[in-house]
């Protein structure tokens, strides 16, 4: 159980930034879904929303990261 652990876990800088790179790919596939769904405003917010989560969430990683690497 312990190596399939080991899979998911994210150590290296370069790891987080592919994590990262494939949540931003989704976020802006799903934002143009939006857009094309919702015309106008409406839909560039939703937009927004979805590459601002990926801002979020890639902040989040890689201060667990550094935090990991810091504080073991």
Known sequence: ???IKRLFTVKTKFE???V???????ATERGVTYMQQYPGT???LL????TGA???GGG???DTLEYRRTYG
Do not use: S
């Open 1 to 3: 159980m312990e190596r």
């Open 16 to 18: 987080a930034f592919l």
């Open 20 to 26: 990262i790179y494939a949540l931003a790919l989704g």
């Open 42 to 44: 409406g839909g560039q």
């Open 47 to 50: 937009a927004l929303a979805c």
């Open 54 to 56: 990926v801002f979020m």
């Open 60 to 62: 989040m990683i890689l």
